[in-house]
């Protein structure tokens, strides 16, 4: 990982300084990617730059039917939750068992993380 020094004229860069060539619908080549950390911190190293290969997610294995299953189950569970919570008849009622068991000992933090807990259960799986 390389830490970046910029000279007066430039306080940081972020987000991708390269990207690859696409041909035929594919990208080729390799990523440049600057980040900078704005978060308070005495860490004086708040800029970085990464490579990030071409082939970087290229896999090496099919995907196996449980990976395919896992996949279903998780867009459905994706799709519960975004549909809960556009819900008016569940609103109310989540938000007063969200805020119930919030501060309890196991208890989910974020609504999000209560909704997939509930929407999963209903799925099974």
Known sequence: ????????AI??????LTKPKKQD???HGDYLIGTHREAATTNPNCTRAYVKPA???DRSTPVTSDERAQRTRFGAICKAV????KDLAHVAEDLAAFNAQK???GGYKTMRQYLW??????IGG
Do not use: F, P, Q
């Not at 990982?1 to 007066?8: C, F």
């Not at 975004?82 to 919570?85: E, G, H, V, Y």
């Not at 807990?117 to 209903?122: F, G, L, N, S, Y």
């Open 1 to 8: 990982m390389a830490i970046v020094k910029w000279n007066s």
């Open 82 to 85: 975004a549909l809960r919570r």
């Open 117 to 122: 807990h509930i929407c999963a259960a209903e």
């Open 103 to 105: 501060d309890t000992a």
């Open 11 to 16: 306080d940081y860069v972020k987000g991708a």
């Open 55 to 57: 082939d970087a997610y």
């Open 25 to 27: 619908g594919h990208s």
